[in-house]
């Protein structure tokens, strides 16, 4: 039997995270704990990617509900404003002692890979961010018993991922934490806060299960949309702190550090829009960020990974969402606790 929201005890989806933050111990804990956990295949290899499942598998059970998140390719090459770009971050290279690489603009992150991996050895619900997937592959994904889930992030988006195929989509309003996943590579993200955007998408996919997400971190607010137009709530930020999270020491107090208060949307780590903790590095490069994904994700790499190692939040991608002062250090299972302590049982 194919998976269904209403599967889940609590429907509280913990977001895939790709760049670190999850893990199969922190999918596994949400699935435990009546959610349903989420990997990141963003930035992994297909072997890695399988080895992840295998874990899960392992730590939650044969028959566990858990789900594969894959990032639709569409690089944009822009090789001039990379160029640029890479040029203006030299010097901030060279305080830090590193080399930045030359962008690999035919970098499709394994997508051909990691579909057949999804189709080979079925998982039960995978989700895509960053476009959409053909109807052919939404189908085949079906076809081997796989739930499908599009992330949009307007009304247009939300009729295309229906007419494509998929079977719910992942609303993502302005105030998510890390990329958002606008269709158009080169648009600037809509500002429409996310009980609004619900509306708009309720309005064109009426019959379409519908995942809201988007800066979602106290049990008032998911007790709230799951009353209303929401099948169910994804939540990334407020796993962040999550004991079985593997996010950076540094990065798990940032996020509840007064210093950074504040949260930006930027480009400037990756070439694509995401919200970030607002530090001097988005400042500095608010302008000169070209749309340009996943080049400028490759030359900043080193900036970043030298950042976390000196343990200087400040050059970091400290990716959140408006709610993160309320992300608690705990595990996962005191986390879905928390968030469900407003629902009906
Ligand atoms: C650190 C971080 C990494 C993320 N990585 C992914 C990802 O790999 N794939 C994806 O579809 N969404 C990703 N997202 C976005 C989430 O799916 C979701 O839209 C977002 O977390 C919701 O907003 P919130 O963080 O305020 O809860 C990421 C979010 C964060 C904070």
Known sequence: MPFQLADLRFRIVQAPMAGGPTTPELAAAVGWAGGLGFLAAGYLTPEAVRAQIEQVRKLAGDGALFGVNVFVPQPVAQPYAV????????????????????????????????????????????????????????????????????????????????????????????????????????????????????????????????????????????AVLLGGVADAVQLGTAFLRAHEAATNPVYRDALVDRAYAQTAVTRAFSGRWARALRTPFIDRHAADAPAAYPAVNQVTKPLRAAAAARRDPSGMSLYAGTGHRHALAAPAAQIMERLTADLPV
């Open 83 to 222: 160029a640029a770009y890479r040029e203006a971050l030299l010097p901030e290279a060279a305080a830090a002692g590193v080399h930045l690489p030359e962008p690999d603009f035919a970098d499709t992150d394994f997508w051909a890979e990691k579909v057949h991996l999804l189709m080979a050895e079925p998982v039960p619900v995978v989700s895509f961010t960053f476009g959409l997937p053909t109807s052919d592959v939404l189908a085949r994904l079906r076809s081997v018993g796989t739930y499908t889930i599009g992330t949009v992030t307007n009304a247009d988006e939300a009729r295309l991922a229906v007419a494509t195929g998929v079977d719910a989509l992942c609303v993502q309003g302005t105030e998510a934490g890390g990329h958002r996943g606008v269709f158009d590579p080169c648009a600037l993200p809509p500002a429409t806060p996310l009980t609004v955007l619900l509306q708009e998408v309720r309005k064109v996919a009426p019959r379409t299960p519908i995942i809201a997400a988007g800066g979602i971190s106290t049990s008032a607010e998911v």
